[in-house]
T-cell receptor, first 116, second 108 residues
Framework: DAGVIQSPRHEVTEMGQEVTLRCKPI?????LFWYRQTMMRGLELLIY????????DSGMPEDRFSAKMPNASFSTLKIQPSEPRDSAVYFC??????????????FGPGTRLTVL | RKEVEQDPGPFNVPEGATVAFNCTYS??????FFWYRQDCRKEPKLLMS???SGNEDGRFTAQLNRASQYISLLIRDSKLSDSATYLC?????????FGDGTTLTVKP
């Protein structure tokens, strides 16, 4: 079975440009998470969806960030406009909510974003 | 104060050593607990869940102390391949909070 798929794996862009990160969760999983990881701040949860519905977006840093999940097999995280401080590795993870309390999250390989 | 705190290390140990990591959490309502492992420039992967009664998986033992709000991970007979960053994860409802990780380097 394919794991969580993210694209692109690497993105280098200039400040002010729009960036779109994509994620395909594991088939059958109904929870999807977007994380950001930096040396300074560690791994931070940005937003998570359950059954395609955003449940908690309190981690989204500001209005420049938006996330969508139009169907069970696809999600996007968009940054517009991008800034150098957005440079980080962005991970998508999915889980099957057999139990909301104990289910394991499976991470994608991440997108390494560099904003110049 | 961070919700989940770990000693960042690094821990540098020789092969065969026993090493222990601790993690404290601030939300007493937290329901479930995990240890993840992250190799350099890779994604985090689940190492083991942590159960109230404690649990063991080969050389790895995890313990939970709800009264003191900490979890621990013990690695026995450490291998070179155990070198990684170990992330403590605390979950409440659907939301998981990750610690910043403890870096372990096992040397020959």
């Amino acid at each position: 079975d394919a794991g969580v798929i993210q694209s692109p794996r690497h993105e280098v862009t200039e400040m002010g440009q729009e960036v779109t990160l994509r994620c395909k969760p594991i088939s059958g999983h109904n929870s999807l998470f977007w994380y950001r990881q930096t040396m300074m701040r560690g791994l931070e949860l940005l937003i998570y969806f359950n059954n395609n519905v955003p449940i908690d977006d309190s981690g989204m840093p500001e209005d420049r960030f938006s996330a969508k999940m139009p169907n069970a097999s696809f999600s996007t995280l968009k940054i517009q406009p991008s800034e150098p401080r957005d440079s980080a590795v962005y991970f998508c993870a999915s889980s099957s909510s057999g139990s909301m309390w104990t289910d394991t999250q499976y991470f994608g390989p991440g997108t390494r974003l560099t904003v110049l | 104060r961070k919700e989940v705190e770990q000693d960042p290390g690094p821990f540098n140990v020789p092969e065969g050593a026993t090493v222990a990591f601790n993690c404290t959490y601030s939300n007493s309502a937290s329901q479930s607990f995990f240890w993840y492992r992250q190799d350099c420039r890779k994604e985090p992967k689940l190492l083991m869940s942590v159960y109230s009664s404690g649990n063991e998986d080969g050389r790895f033992t995890a313990q939970l102390n709800r009264a003191s709000q900490y979890i621990s991970l013990l690695i026995r007979d450490s291998k070179l391949s155990d070198s990684a960053t170990y992330l403590c994860v605390v979950k409440n409802a659907g939301k998981s909070t990750f610690g910043d990780g403890t870096t372990l380097t096992v040397k020959p």
